[in-house]
């Protein structure tokens, strides 16, 4: 299982923190994720703390993540 079942807030996925079930921090650094940084995350409105360091992720961020 690798916990990415479900509703995130309601089902405690790996890495991710939620207040009032909105997620607002993704704690996703040094798990081996790499190839483009999703869009999908400029969709976290509420999102404050995002940590994706130590990963392989390749281009640019999306350009809707400076809307955060």
């Known amino acids: 299982d690798t916990g990415f079942n479900g509703d995130p ?3 405690g996925w790996v890495g991710v923190i939620c207040r009032n079930q909105r997620i ?3 704690h ?18 509420f ?9 392989q992720f390749t281009g640019d961020l999306p350009p809707d993540m400076r809307n955060l």
């Open 28 to 45: 996703l650094d040094s798990i081996a994720l790499d190839g483009l940084v999703p869009p999908e995350f400029a969709n976290l409105t």
């Open 47 to 55: 999102l404050e703390v995002l940590r994706i360091g130590h990963n």
């Open 24 to 26: 607002t921090e993704l």
């Open 9 to 11: 807030c309601l089902n």
